[in-house]
């Protein structure tokens, strides 16, 4: 056999797996918006191997001054500037599609992402948590109220929010930043539903996101790696498909669609 029959057969047995399953939640990291331009964080082109591991006081900074912050914000450079370009560039690739069809069919029933590029619901996905923010919302640290960026009117710096008076920042969580409380509980309790988890582009190092898997496979869950790379959470999978999401996805919601029509 070929190293792509073993992917197919692998996928199969994939897609027998969330027919078979309750509740599939996909769990989605960096490695899944690579094919959208995206450059991960970290591995061989990453942004952190290039312009080295920012420090955890990005948070922190903030919070002293988010007046300079917010001034400072408008001419960044370097990291952050090459991500925003990429982010403003990027266009959902066939694997976003493909959870996004999933959904439709009724079999994916949530989805928690790592990634803040709004991709997954330019693809169309609806039920999603963004652990790490969105890069198209602004968010109070007060009360956790989401607005749309465009449609906040910021009149002062650092502006506040019109429900309870708190500092407005970016949606996207910082370094240093705890995880926003809502966006925690929702994993948490998804996780907590979940029989079958899709482990797509993630590299399984960054928690709390990694741990969610963990809790799964300790109940008795199955989990199914989508990446093109081994990973920390590898050797918890009961199935592993090495190939790139954008590829390996949409062979699986074919899979599905032919399991569920026969
Ligand atoms: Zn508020």
């Known amino acids: 056999m070929t190293g792509e029959d073993v992917v197919e057969e692998a996928i199969e047995t994939a897609a027998r797996l969330v027919v078979d399953s309750k509740h599939v939640v996909a769990l989605v990291g960096a490695g899944h918006s690579v094919e959208s331009g995206i450059p991960p964080f970290r591995g061989p082109d990453g942004l952190w191997t290039k312009y080295g591991e920012p420090d955890m006081l990005g948070?922190?900074?903030?919070?002293?001054d988010p007046k300079k912050w917010w001034e400072e914000m408008s001419d960044s450079s370097g990291p952050m500037r090459e991500l925003i370009d990429a982010l403003a560039?990027?266009?959902?690739?066939?694997?976003?599609?493909?959870?996004?069809?999933?959904?439709?069919?009724?079999?994916?029933?949530?989805?928690i992402t790592q990634n803040i590029d709004n991709l997954h619901q330019q693809a169309g996905s609806i039920a999603i948590t963004e652990i790490h923010g969105s890069r198209v919302k602004l968010?109070?640290?007060?009360?956790?109220?989401?607005w749309p960026v465009d449609d906040f009117a910021i009149e002062e710096l650092p502006p506040r929010c019109p429900e309870c008076g708190g500092i407005v920042k970016t949606d996207t969580v910082?370094?240093?930043e705890p995880i926003p409380r809502d966006a925690l509980e929702e994993c948490i309790r998804q996780s907590g539903m979940c029989d079958c988890m899709l482990l797509v582009g993630t590299s399984g190092v960054v928690y709390p996101a990694a741990g969610f898997p963990q809790d799964v496979?300790?109940?008795?869950?199955?989990?199914?790696e989508?990446?093109?790379?081994?990973?920390?959470?590898?050797?918890?999978?009961?199935?592993?498909?090495?190939?790139?999401?954008?590829?390996?996805l949409p062979t699986l919601v074919q899979c599905v669609r032919q399991l569920t029509a026969a």
């Open 139 to 146: 968010r109070c640290i007060g009360c956790n109220t989401r």
């Open 89 to 111: 560039q990027a266009k959902p690739n066939p694997g976003h599609y493909a959870l996004a069809e999933l959904e439709q069919m009724g079999q994916l029933q949530h989805i």
């Open 226 to 248: 989508f990446n093109l790379n081994e990973t920390a959470l590898t050797p918890l999978c009961d199935i592993v498909l090495r190939a790139p999401t954008g590829t390996s």
């Open 59 to 64: 948070y922190e900074r903030f919070t002293r």
């Open 174 to 176: 910082m370094f240093g």
């Open 217 to 224: 496979k300790m109940k008795g869950g199955r989990l199914i």
